[in-house]
């Protein structure tokens, strides 16, 4: 059957998809991130019951990506060989199992060995998702796509924070349970339940997609190969050769530190404002959350829109950060500076859909497996050092707010790296351009 070359059935065509994948994903990555992250608020009750001290959490919380580090690019690979639907069930299922047995530690080592353990279970889930949307959507239309996938990070706070403070009111001590081991129970099972659902609802490629027509489906590749014709980077060991992936690797290691800085530390830092209550403290974690699905919506349709990524991961990054610095010289006034930290979140989270164009812009096929696996599991390190900043901070000052200035100005020196290092012509190609359409390199 012949491709038809309307911009209206195009437009029907990538709508059933994002209608299909998008809300999907979204629900099995508000999982992935509260099972990553959710020990950000069990630290308000697990230090105490366990004695350990912020240091030991700090160490705990980051060892999660030393696991996931190295099992990062094999889980990608891995993907592309088995397909997305049961390398992408087994994901959730381990990690749901995982998460769930967070309720079984007793200290320092076993929380130490289960945050370890998780990272493994997890790793390849973000780059699977982000690879696999390569496989449906031109870079053209990837930036819009992953921020609705992405914006589960700021969804799981909205809705993920008030939840985890109310489970750690109302359930500490049923069952002989205290309120953190509910959370990881409560947290970890649903992801184990869309883990088997996803066996029978996800496609691994278009060809398997029963639910679109055959001319959908001709379409939809049509576009896919118009782009790859321009890529020229393919093989397993393009991945590794390229200084592109390494110098994206920086740039996301970076905004990893402040990703995780926020996420472990936001319920302590508005803790500290003299909220009582956790369900009191999940409703206030919630609002920059909020805004930042918001922002992050209208940046990545601009994105979209005009075709460049480049310029405007620099701006939100650098306005991110300024609005961390002047959340902690506004520490005194909570109001102040929720607004911003609200805008320090926004910065962080909403530059992701910025960033996850870029490695697909140059690389295909095994090489986009294997350089998106590089580019996550080396940056996410950054996941490592972001929840240790406050803790090393306290060592060199004794300015409270010192750990948002550090990871501040670590995104500041990514967004200089991105400006200068990451090439220009990485936005609209010609094979990125809509049916019919024409263009120039930037």
């Given at each position: 059957m012949p491709v038809k070359p309307d911009s209206s059935f195009e437009e029907k065509t990538y709508r059933?998809?994002?209608?299909?994948?998008?809300?999907?994903?979204?629900?099995c990555y508000i999982l992935a991130y509260l099972d990553r992250v959710n020990v950000g608020f069990a630290k308000l009750?697990?230090?105490?019951?366990?004695?350990?001290?912020?240091?030991?959490?700090?160490?705990?919380?980051?060892?999660?990506?030393?696991?996931?580090?190295?099992?990062?690019?094999?889980?990608n690979v891995l993907l592309k060989k088995f397909g997305a639907r049961k390398w992408i069930a087994r994901i959730m299922i381990s990690w749901g199992i995982v998460s769930a047995c967070m309720i079984f530690v007793k200290g320092e080592a076993s929380f130490n060995a289960l945050r370890f353990l998780l990272g493994i279970a997890e790793a390849g889930f973000f780059p699977g998702i982000i690879f696999y949307l390569t496989l449906w959507y031109p870079s053209r239309l990837r930036a819009s796509r992953t921020a609705g996938f992405v914006a589960a990070i700021a969804v799981s706070g909205v809705i993920g924070n008030p939840i985890s403070g109310w489970i750690l009111d109302m359930f500490s001590g049923a069952k002989g349970l205290m309120g953190w081991q509910w959370l990881f129970i409560s947290e970890g099972i649903p992801s184990v339940l869309v883990g088997i659902w996803v066996l029978f609802f996800l496609n691994s490629s278009i060809e398997e997609a029963k639910w679109l027509t055959a001319d959908e489906k001709a379409l939809l590749a049509k576009n896919l190969l118009a782009e790859e014709k321009h890529k020229a980077e393919h093989k397993l060991s393009d991945a590794f050769k390229s200084g592109k992936v390494w110098v994206l690797c920086f740039i996301y290691f970076t905004l990893m530190i402040g990703l995780y800085g926020i996420a472990f530390w936001l319920p302590t830092i508005v803790k500290a404002f003299g909220i009582k209550g956790y369900l009191g403290v999940g409703l206030i974690t919630a609002i920059p959350y909020a805004v930042c699905v918001i922002g992050m919506m209208i940046l990545s349709h601009h994105s979209d829109k005009t075709g460049e990524r480049r310029l405007h991961y620099v701006f939100n990054t650098v306005a991110g950060a300024i609005g961390l610095i002047l959340s902690g010289v506004f520490a005194s006034s909570p109001v102040l500076a929720i607004i911003f930290l609200s805008i320090g979140t926004l910065g962080v989270v909403g530059s992701m859909p910025l960033f996850w164009p870029l490695p697909s812009a140059f690389l295909t096929g095994t090489a986009a497996a294997a350089g998106i696996g590089i580019v996550n599991s080396v940056g996410n390190l950054g996941g490592y050092f972001g929840p240790n900043i406050p803790v090393w901070a306290k060592l060199i000052s004794k300015n409270p707010s010192s750990a948002l200035y550090i990871i501040a100005a670590i995104l500041i020196v990514g967004a200089i790296v991105t400006y200068f290092f990451i090439p220009k012509d990485l936005r609209v190609r010609v094979g990125d351009l809509p049916v019919g359409g024409t263009g120039k390199n930037a």
């Open positions: 059933k998809v994002d209608m299909r994948l998008i809300p999907f994903l979204f629900l009750q697990m230090l105490k019951a366990l004695s350990l001290s912020d240091a030991a959490f700090a160490t705990g919380a980051g060892i999660f990506f030393i696991g996931y580090f190295f099992f990062e690019v094999p889980s």
